[in-house]
């Protein structure tokens, strides 16, 4: 494991340099492009017309057939029937017309009437013996006047012995003529009447009208009329035929050919259709083949570009580089596993995809790094999911599986967001199994496919495999990780802080004064760094083992001086401060020999930075020593992080408040904010980012967390005290 610790810290020495974290970008993209390689390689198959084939062979992509979708818009056309519309004011038209011929007949005979009336009157009113009979006009005067009543085309149409019978009728007869031929006309025009139907119409006016009881020349002048009457009264309508094919074309759908649709089966003969769909989707030929690589390479890109983005907004530089490490060993993993378990794609094992350990890398990129990269891991691992996964169809995307990759991933980080114990691992496996099965079932459901008992076993047995083989490889990639890259991730923190830990039974067992200092000092701290945003949990397991070097000497430390003198007051002041100093240094020299997290060796080193000891300086001086102060401060160095520095006030603000007798809150905060100035005074906080607002904040935390520890007690009486004593 040293050996292993060794080739990692070179590696992240080289790390440092900008062209070796280029050649580890490129390392990923060289991953993950050559895992999809042959998943969106174009399969060009060697199929002849009319041959058969010899595996079933599926569409690779989605794409219109367009020459289908044409054939169907001609049929739709096709079915579509002209449109004809019937005229049905021509009926009244031709109704009006027989009758204003009508009409001007009887007009005619009416006038001609009137004539001769009007000539016998003036006769008789005359005295001439020998004085003329009136004359009634001819059939021709008639006839004559009547064609200037009538229009040009009524006279041409209708020959002088269709009118002569008119003429020579009564009015009685023109009535039941007219009437009849009315009737007639209106029978056979409430039918539609197309052109090649007119002869017909005209025939069937005619036998309407040949079995009246008019006299014969009469009876034959009304059918002549009545064919006259009966036109066209059906109309071809070119503009609504138009929108019916119109609509009819819009109403079919685009002919696809989806991806994964089966073009051909495995013994079936291709046709000349089914030549043509192969050769559509790109099958049968090579041009272009270049293009699904180069989109390959451009996801690719888009993908190294954003997490060049993540790690190069990162603050710390070396642990920028121990993180983009960790992450490239975790994801080139779970890339390599991904393929490793898609090759059973070829065994006929379609659907084997559901098995692959989805959560792992979620897991333990969230453990061992944060939430923000796992998630972003996982949305990677799930684009490069739907494309492995694609059952061997080339240039297919397997949507249904990246899903279930990434609800996987996010289902084991919302489990773990407060979940961080070793032991919840595991949990975590089973609730991730639970949330694969509610996701497969839901997508399966989704399709409303039909699947047998056993399809459903298989999906419920992949689900559960899944979950927990991602917690049992967390669990057994975790110490690698932790041990090789000397993580101290929220996990490791936990453990530590298990007062079963051999080092805290130590400080139990030979200095429990000490135990409990460190524990009050953890309380103070762990809220301090919580309230500036700082690692909380880190600063509470670091207090537990910042004193450690007190166990050499405990009984040197006021806090173990139970029921014993000081020894310190029989000592010389060079040697107490030798000894005090002492204790930070040989609490680094143990942590280091227990080989713990180089995070809580700093605190132990670092927590009192190169502050003075001030009593045993001025005790020194006024002995008569000539002392320089240099020689009564800590080594050092002083807190490089906010959690050492935080811890340095409280360690500090915990043990001067439980020397007094009965603190006050306003004494507690005077205290409390003396130590920070003091701090800043002597320089302690130069080398850490705290901020002054920060140390406000702390000094306002520690005050109230101060005020709940040391709150005011009642006071017994004193009668109550004496019985207490008696007892």
């Known amino acids: 494991m040293e050996k292993l610790q060794v080739q990692l810290t070179a590696i992240l020495n080289l790390l440092n340099i900008k062209i070796f974290r280029v050649l580890l970008f490129l390392l990923i993209g060289i991953v993950m492009y050559a895992a999809m390689y042959s998943n969106v390689k174009p399969e060009k198959l060697n199929l002849e017309l009319f041959s058969v084939a010899e595996q079933t062979i599926r569409s ?116 039941i003529a007219k009437d009849l031929t009315v009737t007639a006309i209106n029978n056979v025009m409430k039918n539609r009447i197309p052109a090649d139907e ?146 059973f794609d070829e065994f006929e094992y379609s659907e084997i995809g559901y098995i692959f350990p989805a959560a792992m890398g979620a897991m333990l990129i969230k453990i061992l790094i944060n939430e923000r990269l796992a998630l972003f891991q996982m949305a990677i691992l799930a684009i490069s999911g739907t494309i492995i996964f694609n059952e061997g169809i080339t240039g297919t995307l397997n949507v249904s599986l990246g899903i279930y990759i990434l609800i996987s991933g996010l289902a084991a980080i919302l489990f773990l967001q407060k979940q961080n114990r070793r032991s919840k691992v595991l949990q975590a496996g089973l609730f991730v199994s639970a949330i694969n099965l509610i996701a497969i079932l839901s997508m399966l459901f989704l399709r409303n496919s039909q699947f047998s008992g056993l399809e459903y076993g298989f999906y419920i047995i992949a689900a559960f495999v899944s979950g927990i083989t991602s917690a049992v490889l967390t669990i057994g990639l975790l110490p690698f990780f932790e041990a090789g890259f000397g993580i101290l991730s929220t996990l490791r923190m936990i453990e530590l802080s298990n007062p079963n830990h051999p080092l805290l039974r130590k400080i139990l067992t030979e200095a429990p004064g ?130 050492s520095a935080v811890i340095g006030i409280a360690d500090s603000v915990e043990a001067a408040v439980r020397s007094m007798a009965h603190p006050t809150h306003e004494q507690i905060e005077t205290l409390v904010h003396n130590i920070i100035a003091d701090r800043l005074q002597d320089g302690q906080l130069s080398e850490c980012d705290i901020t002054l607002k920060e140390l406000d904040t702390v000094a306002d935390t520690l005050c109230e967390t101060l005020k709940g520890i040391f709150h005011s007690r009642i006071e017994y009486p004193e009668m109550n005290k004496q019985k207490v004593k008696q007892a």
């Open 514 to 643: 000490t135990y409990h200092h460190s524990v009050m000092v953890a309380n103070l701290s762990e809220a301090a760094c919580e309230a500036i945003g700082a690692n909380g949990l880190l600063a509470r397991v670091g207090c537990y083992y910042h004193d450690i070097g007190k166990t050499k000497r405990p009984q040197f430390f006021i806090e173990n001086q139970i029921n014993m003198d000081n020894p310190h007051d029989k000592l010389p002041a060079l040697t107490s401060k030798n000894i005090i100093i002492a204790h930070a240094t040989d609490g680094a020299e143990m942590l280091r020999k227990h080989r713990m997290p180089k995070e809580i060796i700093d605190i132990a080193e670092q927590h009192h930075g190169t502050t003075l000891l001030k009593f045993f300086y001025h005790k020194a001086k006024q002995a008569g020593h000539e002392v320089k102060e240099e020689d009564f401060r800590y080594p050092g160095p002083k807190p490089q992080t906010k959690e």
């Open 198 to 343: 007119v002869e017909n119409a005209k025939k069937r006016v005619e036998e309407e009208l040949k079995y009246t009881s008019l006299n014969g020349s009469l009876k034959d002048a009304v059918i002549e009329i009545g064919r006259y009457a009966i036109v066209q009264n059906e109309f071809y309508d070119p503009e609504a035929t138009e929108f019916l094919r119109q609509q009819a074309m819009d109403g079919v759908e685009t002919v696809r050919i989806l991806e994964g649709q089966i073009l051909v089966d495995e013994g079936q003969l291709i046709s000349r259709e089914i030549y043509k769909k192969l050769q559509l989707v790109g099958l049968l030929e090579s041009e272009n083949s270049y293009m699904p690589f180069i989109g390959l390479a451009m996801m690719v890109a888009l993908i190294l570009f954003a997490l060049y983005i993540i790690f190069n907004e990162m603050e710390s530089a070396d642990k920028k580089q121990k993180n983009l490490l960790i992450f490239s060993f975790i994801f080139i993993t779970s890339i390599l596993l991904m393929k490793l378990v898609s090759l």
């Open 60 to 175: 690779p992509i989605t794409i219109e057939d367009k020459e289908s979708t044409e054939a169907s818009r001609r049929d739709a056309v096709e079915q579509v029937k002209d449109v004809y519309n019937v005229k049905l004011e021509y009926t009244q038209n031709r109704v009006d017309l027989i009758t204003s011929i009508f009409g001007s007949v009887s007009e005619v005979n009416d006038e001609a009437e009137e004539k001769v009336n009007q000539e016998k009157k003036d006769a008789e009113g005359t005295e001439v013996e020998n004085k003329a009979t009136p004359s009634e006009p001819t059939i021709e005067e008639k006839l004559a006047t009547l064609k200037t009543k009538l229009t040009e085309s009524e006279t041409k149409s209708l020959a002088d012995k269709v009118f002569i019978p008119l003429l020579q009728a009564s009015n009685e007869e023109l009535l």
